[in-house]
C-alpha cells in the first residue's frame, strides 16, 4: 500500500534555530498537507498546498512557517526560527483528489523537540 | 464552542463489551466526516467514512444526524486491540477539523 513518508522521525533542535521538516507524499496525490499535534492536545490544520502554491493556512500557521514542494516529489515545512511552543508532532498528510470520498492518507509525523 | 466536540474518556470496558462513542460538530458547512484512530504518538489512521444512512463495517457501525449535528460510532465485541484513541473529524472544503479524541481502553 502506498506511504507518505516523513523525515526524520524526531527531530532536536535549540531555540531560534531553523528547521526543515521532509514528506514525500503519495506519487499521484494532488494535495498536500501539514497538521500538527502538541502533547496531549488535538490535531490541528496549519496548511494545504495544490497546484504549487498554498491554497489556505490556519492562524498557526505564520511568517515562521513555510512550506515548498521544491522538486515535484518532496514537500517540506520550514520553521524558520523555532520556539518552545513549537515542540510537537508534525504530520504530512496527502490526497489524491478533494471531496467526501477522497481519504486522507498520513506520514508517520515528525516529532519536533524544540529546547 | 468548539467546531468538533467529543467526551474525552477514558471509556474503560471489558473484552467483548459494545462501546459508543458520540460526536457533536457546530459547523453546519461540514461536507463529509470520519472516524479516525490513533495509536499513542503516532498518525491518525482513517477508520472509517460517516454516512447519513448509516455504514457498517464488521464490528463498527457510524451514523451521521444532519440535523442535530451529531456523529456516532459504535463498537461491538471490543478486542484488546481496539484500544486507541477515536477521533472524531469533519471535512471542510478538504480541510480535517478533529476533535479532541476519545480514548478507549479494552481490558481483559
Known amino acids: 500500500e502506498p506511504e507518505v513518508t516523513q523525515t526524520p522521525s524526531h527531530q532536536v533542535t535549540q531555540m531560534g534555530q531553523e528547521v526543515i521538516l521532509r514528506c514525500v507524499p503519495i506519487s499521484n496525490h494532488l494535495y498536500f498537507y501539514w497538521y500538527r499535534q502538541i502533547l496531549g492536545q488535538k490535531v490541528e490544520f496549519l496548511v494545504s498546498f495544490y497546484n504549487n502554491e498554498i491554497s489556505e493556512k490556519s492562524e498557526i500557521f505564520d511568517d515562521q512557517f513555510s512550506v515548498e514542494r521544491p522538486d515535484g516529489s518532496n514537500f517540506t515545512l520550514k520553521i524558520r526560527s523555532t520556539k518552545l511552543e513549537d515542540s510537537a508532532m508534525y504530520f504530512c498528510?496527502?490526497?489524491?483528489?478533494?471531496?467526501?470520498?477522497?481519504?486522507?492518507?498520513f506520514g508517520s509525523g515528525t516529532r519536533l523537540t524544540v529546547v | 464552542r468548539k467546531e468538533v466536540e467529543q467526551d474525552p474518556g477514558p471509556f474503560n470496558v471489558p473484552e467483548g463489551a459494545t462501546v459508543a462513542f458520540n460526536c457533536t460538530y457546530s459547523?453546519?458547512?461540514?461536507?463529509?466526516f470520519f472516524w479516525y484512530r490513533q495509536d499513542c504518538r503516532k498518525e491518525p489512521k482513517l477508520l472509517m467514512s460517516?454516512?447519513?444512512s448509516g455504514n457498517e463495517d464488521g464490528r463498527f457501525t457510524a451514523q451521521l444526524n444532519r440535523a442535530s449535528q451529531y456523529i456516532s460510532l459504535l463498537i461491538r465485541d471490543s478486542k484488546l486491540s481496539d484500544s486507541a484513541t477515536y477521533l472524531c473529524v469533519s471535512n471542510q472544503g478538504g480541510k480535517l477539523i478533529f476533535g479532541q479524541g476519545t480514548e478507549l481502553s479494552v481490558k481483559p
Open positions: 498528510a496527502s490526497i489524491r483528489g478533494q471531496g467526501p470520498n477522497y481519504g486522507y492518507t
Open positions: 460517516v454516512y447519513s
Open positions: 459547523n453546519s458547512a461540514s461536507q463529509s
